[in-house]
């Protein structure tokens, strides 16, 4: 297990629960080199295999990654359909090689808007895995943080309307459950590569606590040192939570 140091060397802090991670960069990584934009989401999905299997070694419980957002439509259908083929490939590789990997997967997003072959093996990926105790990852697919707020409030406007609910009952705690994330402690730790210094929708109910890395290397070309750098600043950090 990686050990992260505080302030005195013999002082080993063990990693956050739950890291997530805005995988950015791909576009500009394949730009640099002169390659189509498909060829920097492949090379970022190698590096997502890379990481969540660093997480999974060093402890970490919970792995969230964006992989496509609900404004990722905007692109054009090529590049949309060069990141759906990808996900397609990996999700098929990832139910093969669960039994080796004991990743559990979790899809955060609505998916009634992709095809229904990745539909299929996105719930299969997740009903399959969820015997695994590794990591658990978190795929955020068709996600926006703001739709994920407005569909739980729908759910608990009609649980209201249907009298089984009282809106006084309603609390933070009891408003996490109408959220993908229902039972995911909150991310302690968001890491953001590629130099841009935005939470683009991601996670806002989760993360208001949580500690932002802003990195300036490119997705692509994030490496398992990298995360090291990240958690070891997360351990830098002071976090109050409002207090002193
Ligand atoms: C952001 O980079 C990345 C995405 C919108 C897609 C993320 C997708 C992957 C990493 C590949 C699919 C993942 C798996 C695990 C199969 P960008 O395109 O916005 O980069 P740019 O800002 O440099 O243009």
Redesign the pocket.
Known sequence: MALFQKKKKSEALPPPRHIAI??????????KRGLP?RA???A??E???TIANYCRSIGVEYLT?????TE?WK?SQE?ISG?ME??K???KEAIADMEKNHVRFVFFGDLSRLSPELQTLARDAAERSKVYQGVQVN?CLNYGGRDEIVQGAQRFASEVAAGKRKPEELTEALFSDYLYSAGVPDPELVIRP?G?LRTSNFLPWQSAYSEYVFMDV???DFKTKDLDEAIAQFHRRNRRFGGR
């Open positions: 805005i995988m950015d960069g791909n576009g500009r990584w394949a730009k934009r920097g989401h492949a970022g999905a590096t997502f295999r990654v964006y992989a496509f957002s990722n692109r590049e990141i990808l996900l490939r990996y999700l795929f590629s841009e490119l997705w692509p």
